[in-house]
């Protein structure tokens, strides 16, 4: 995509435009405001490091936060205020945008009235417009095991689209899909590239990586059942919660971290990362081998055993409306999204 079309569809709202959580008046709230600051080409410039992101929903906007032992700075309002031309929003944050060593002042000196309360926020999608939402199929030995599959080869890939992006406390109306009833969970780990990647070694991968945040590929078994194509059950609106905090990949080793998921407060899912059969540096490589990965990109690593597609068919209980996911990862953070 050239940026001459990019810059239009961003300001069509094409571009990340259409967020459906099953949330009135929440529909087109992936759209940003656009900076204005002077900056490198996108994924050229400097990436993030030390910092712990979230987005923060503000009405019809969105902006970005940044996580401290004080709480989440508000960093549009305190760029507002102090204007020292730091980034407003994670998209100018991934493309390399604004100046970083005035965000990291920008935070350090925050003033009380720019510090949101974690239990106050409310959180939108940590990444607002990937070009590319990728997620990785069978990619836990374990998982693989459980529904009675072989261990991949090769990493099994399939894509969700920006209409399920999804946010922490959001919610995903299963009462509108009248074509399914077998929901699932997924707790999955989700990498977020920052630099522009095309055939990159697996040494070299990492160094692509941004970071990482929390993520869930919600399914509607059903549906990915009705042919050798898993789009259908997978790209539900709504069904790719993400967050609510991405942090930099030097503060995180994403080969060896804790995950879990519960439904209701009962623990479904729990295992390591390390399980995976596909590790990051893998994932990243391989990807890259067939296209361009760009700044702002999410890979969905695959999820570990215990979901309930690998129970014994007398037991699968789907989820249902009502129903509360958590899904938490170690040093990522707890995402959690109910039913409707």
């Not at 991949?152 to 969700?160: E, Q, T």
Request: aromatic fraction near 6%.
């Amino acid at each position: 995509m050239t940026s001459d079309r990019r810059s239009f569809l961003k300001k069509s709202g094409l571009v990340g435009g259409a967020l459906v959580a099953g949330t009135a008046g929440l529909a087109r709230m992936a759209q940003v405001q656009a900076q204005t600051s002077p900056a490198p080409a996108a994924g050229t410039g400097q990436m993030a490091r030390g910092f712990t992101f979230c987005t923060l929903r503000k009405g019809n906007a969105m902006s970005l936060g940044v996580k401290t032992d004080k709480g989440i700075v508000d960093v549009a309002a305190a760029e507002a205020a102090a204007k020292t031309g730091a980034p407003t929003t994670i998209t100018a944050v991934l493309e390399g945008k604004g100046d970083l060593g005035a965000l990291k002042r920008l935070v350090e000196t925050a003033q009380a009235t720019h510090i949101v309360a974690e239990d106050k926020a409310q959180f939108g999608p940590c990444v607002t417009e990937p070009e590319k939402i990728l997620c990785v199929g069978l990619n836990y030995r374990k998982h693989a095991a459980e529904t009675n599959n072989p261990v991949p080869k090769l990493p099994i890939l399939f894509n969700k689209f920006n209409s399920a992006l999804n946010y922490h406390n959001g919610e995903i109306s299963v009462s509108r899909e009248t074509k399914a009833t077998q929901f699932d969970y997924e707790a999955e780990l989700v990498i977020v590239i920052g630099r522009t990647a095309r055939d990159v070694t697996e040494a070299d991968a990492l160094n692509y990586v941004f970071g990482y945040c929390t993520g869930n590929d919600f399914t509607a078994r059903d549906l990915q059942r009705q042919s050798s194509q898993w789009m259908l059950g997978k790209a539900l609106d709504g069904s790719g919660p993400i967050g609510p905090y991405l942090v930099t990949a030097d503060l995180v080793d994403g080969d060896n971290l804790k995950i879990e998921c519960s439904v209701n407060g009962e623990v479904r899912q729990s295992s390591n990362t390390s399980d995976l059969v596909f590790n990051c540096k893998q994932l990243v490589s391989f990807c890259s081998q067939h296209f361009t990965l760009r700044p702002g990109d999410i890979i969905f690593t695959g999820t570990p055993s215990g979901v309930i597609s690998g129970y014994p068919k007398d037991k699968q209980v789907w989820l249902k409306k009502g129903d509360k996911v958590v899904t938490t990862i170690e040093k990522l953070g707890a995402l959690s999204f109910t039913l409707t």
